[in-house]
């Protein structure tokens, strides 16, 4: 309630603020500055509020109980924040909203500000329509806490590095319409536009490329870039910003380019608004593999998307004849043709890029619904790219000094990038079943299976390996009842490349249950085991905590009596393992009926068992990946070079 | 840019682009029409609980179910069992009937597990 109420005085002032800028008789400069700092502070506070609720574990709002437990470390507390859709557009909000406080200080003209505070009504609205402020509407004491893929530093600092990218973004298209609609001649936008839109290309390229590094590490499939929706919906944004920079450089120089400056920045914001439409409103729900659940928010925003495509482009048309006319280009061995042509090239690939992603969208409106396979972008992309990487060469061959040492370091670091794409992908891939202590060989390299190790609490466990001498282990994560919750791969760096290890579930033999009965004595066809007795523990306001079973187990001579539990949570319960009898059997106890008659004891392989049975791994090499992960930070460092001029 | 220039490089682009998406495309199609399909399609369904889904070598066999209709058909995927599986609440197969051995040969599957990006909802 307290947040909504803080997102609506954010709203207010945003309103406010927009209103002052828009009637330029009144004399604001100041007036303009304290708006949207009390504008900032109302989003700032809402923000501070929902961490302070998360780590309050204050699970009478759903989204803390969606996102956050109680045993969560305190890194993964703060990404809750930004888990869930709610919170990113909240998270998004608050880097717009603190950018435009700095925008007033910035000598910004009154007619961006306008717009660029239209744009933040707009948002704190669409937080407001889907708030993460809401309450849950039933009453919980834990929550379910963070998808344990996600529980990883990369996938933490991975969601605010792409909103400040998104966030930014609207500072070039603000600074443009602005300028369309007061004198629309001008270049004097042109410096502000191109620092803010080297930052946002930066924030952007680097959030996508932690993206992929992550997939690579923690998924375990292989690969860094799977052209799903969710990733392509950021690509396109990211693609059409690199054509709005290139065009502010070349508008600096040729007036007659601003046209296309123009038109890049409405284009750029619009495709990340409509990004953020395809994958966070439910309409892909088949058709990518990350889950969003389906909201009825799909509507605002796609309205949101109208507003900024349709008004956008109505103010280049209406201000069309005011710009200036002449010749782009000399000849075709002008540099200015050949930024215009690579920029075309890059809209091609953005082009492609949008039609799969927009495919099941497209498809249903013209008949039965479709997608593409990623096979469309691979074929489709790849000779667009290399004559993108021909021209590039053939440009710093020709007008070197006419290119920034930035410029030059993100370059370099693009063409590197394809050449480290290509190579990576030339490595060997293998998948074979191993006894522990066995070998498989790949590509000169020797790798042997050494078995499972758990670690004692059970969260967690790790396969072993050995791949040239050197251990290396890989992490499964384990849910509640002791299944696989999150399996990531095993890798060995080194100069040639990574041995990449992805071990597969492990087939279980058919686990054995026993239904017992309190006083009937049972067997599992070499134990005996009877079920003594049953409580339940209750917490002070009478909600169940915990149930505990007293069970006798024989094997005629020896007698063992055992307390298995099961831990109350929000999606049933949980219980850990125990091993028994001298190590001899593994139980779990998996259920107590209403009236503690009966309980239900799993048969699990002891560890011993499990750390010897035999894995299926595939086993890959990525040769040189480490250029990769090299040149796309050459990407956003010498991006953000560039920015000093 | 010149105009004939830029016609041409447009007219080049669509003509390419709308050739790779007609043989790039799958439609998404019941289990019925998947049957009767001879091309590449997506299927989606429900694993069907009543046959246990089983790794042979490196082939993943499961019975998926119509939602709607409950019809069911054999698919045969061309890889490992996909982590997740066993939390999938609906299963995409992308891929191709083959009426000889009247079984459906995956090429990917799409895994929807509810818990994977959003929360679950708790109860």
């Known amino acids: 309630m307290t947040g909504n109420l803080l997102l609506g005085g954010g709203l207010a002032s945003a309103l406010a603020a927009m209103t002052i800028c828009f009637a330029q008789r009144i004399p604001s400069a100041r007036l303009v500055k304290v708006t949207a700092l009390i504008s900032a502070g109302f989003i700032t506070a809402a923000s501070l509020l929902l961490w302070i609720l998360i780590f309050e574990n204050d699970f009478s709002v759903e989204y803390v109980a969606a996102y956050s437990s109680t045993t969560m470390p305190a890194i993964y507390k703060v990404s809750a924040f930004w888990a869930g859709q709610q919170g990113s557009f909240l998270l998004w909000l608050l880097i717009h909203a603190i950018t435009g406080a700095v925008l007033t200080f910035r000598r910004t003209s009154a007619a961006a500000l306008g717009i660029y505070f239209l744009l933040q009504s707009v948002l704190v609205f669409l937080v407001l329509a889907k708030s993460p402020f809401a309450e849950h509407p039933a009453q919980v004491f834990e929550g379910v806490g963070l998808n344990p893929l996600l529980q990883d530093f990369w996938m933490a600092i991975h969601p605010p590095i792409i909103f400040v990218g998104y966030a930014l973004l609207a500072v070039p298209f603000a600074l443009s319409l602005g300028t369309l609609l007061t004198e629309a001649a001008s270049q004097s936008w042109l410096e502000e536009a191109r620092r803010w839109t080297l930052l946002a290309w930066a924030f952007l390229g680097a959030g996508i490329f932690i993206g992929g590094y992550w997939a690579y590490k923690v998924l375990g499939w292989g690969g860094y870039w799977g052209w799903d929706p969710v990733e392509n919906s950021s690509l396109v944004p990211w693609l059409l910003a690199a054509v709005l920079l290139h065009m502010i450089n070349l508008a600096r120089k040729k007036p007659a380019v601003l046209a296309q400056a123009h038109m890049a920045a409405t284009f750029t914001y619009s495709l990340v608004i409509y990004g953020t439409f395809l994958t966070r409103s439910g309409v892909l729900g088949d058709f990518s593999v990350h889950s969003f659940a389906g909201s009825n928010i799909g509507l605002a925003i796609a309205l949101a998307n109208a507003l900024v495509l349709i008004g956008g482009l109505l103010i280049i048309l209406i201000k069309a004849k005011a710009l200036p006319q002449g010749e782009l280009y000399k000849s075709y061995s002008d540099a200015s043709f050949i930024v215009l042509l690579s920029c075309l090239l890059i809209i091609f690939i953005a082009t492609i890029v949008w039609i799969g992603m927009s495919m099941p969208l497209l498809s249903q409106m013209f008949g039965e619904a479709a997608a593409v396979d990623s096979d469309f972008y691979i074929k489709s992309t790849t000779p667009i790219a290399l004559t993108l990487a021909a021209l590039m060469i053939y440009t710093f061959a020709k007008f070197a000094r006419m290119i920034s040492l930035g410029g030059k370091v993100a370059h370099v670091g693009f063409l590197a990038m394809l050449v480290a794409i290509i190579i990576s992908s030339r490595g060997e891939t293998i998948t074979q079943e191993l006894q522990p202590q066995a070998k498989a060989s790949i590509a000169g390299h020797e790798v042997i299976y050494e078995g499972q190790v758990f670690q004692e609490d059970e969260t967690q466990k790790f396969y072993v390996y050995t791949v040239d001498g050197e251990a290396v282990r890989a992490l499964t994560k384990l849910h509640g009842n002791g299944t696989d919750a999150a399996r990531e791969p095993a890798i060995l760096k080194s100069f040639s490349g990574d041995v990449y290890i992805a071990p597969h579930a492990p087939t279980i033999e058919s686990v054995q249950e026993l239904m017992l009965t309190k006083g009937v004595f049972a067997m599992d066809g070499e134990l005996g085991y009877t079920f003594n007795d049953a409580h339940i523990d209750y917490d002070d306001n009478g909600n169940p905590i915990q149930a505990t079973a007293v069970i006798t187990i024989t094997d005629g001579d020896v007698e063992e009596v055992i307390h298995p539990m099961i831990v109350v949570t929000p999606d049933g319960g949980s219980s850990k393992s125990l091993e028994v009898f001298n190590k001899r059997r593994r139980v779990r106890l998996t259920g107590i009926s209403g009236d503690l008659d009966k309980a239900r004891l799993e048969l699990l392989p002891t560890y011993e068992r499990l750390s010897t049975m035999p894995i299926t791994a595939t086993i890959s090499t990525k040769p040189f990946i480490w250029l990769l992960w090299l040149s796309v930070a050459a990407i956003c460092l010498g991006t953000l070079l560039a920015i000093r001029k | ?123």
């Open chain 2, 1 to 123: 840019m010149r105009k004939g220039l830029l016609i041409a490089l447009l007219i080049g682009f669509v003509a390419y682009a709308g050739l790779n998406l007609a043989e790039n495309v799958t439609p998404y199609v019941s289990i019925a029409e998947a049957r009767a399909s001879s091309s590449g399609v997506q299927v989606k369904g429900l694993l069907d609980k009543k046959i246990e889904p089983q790794q042979r070598g490196d082939k993943f066999n499961f019975s998926l179910q119509d939602e709607q209709t409950g019809e069911t058909m054999r698919v045969i995927f061309d890889g490992m069992k996909p982590d997740q599986f066993d939390e999938a609440y609906h299963i995409v197969a992308i891929g191709k009937y083959e009426a000889a051995d009247e079984t459906f040969h995956a090429k990917k599957l799409l895994i929807k597990c509810p818990s994977k990006y959003e929360g679950q909802k708790p109860r």
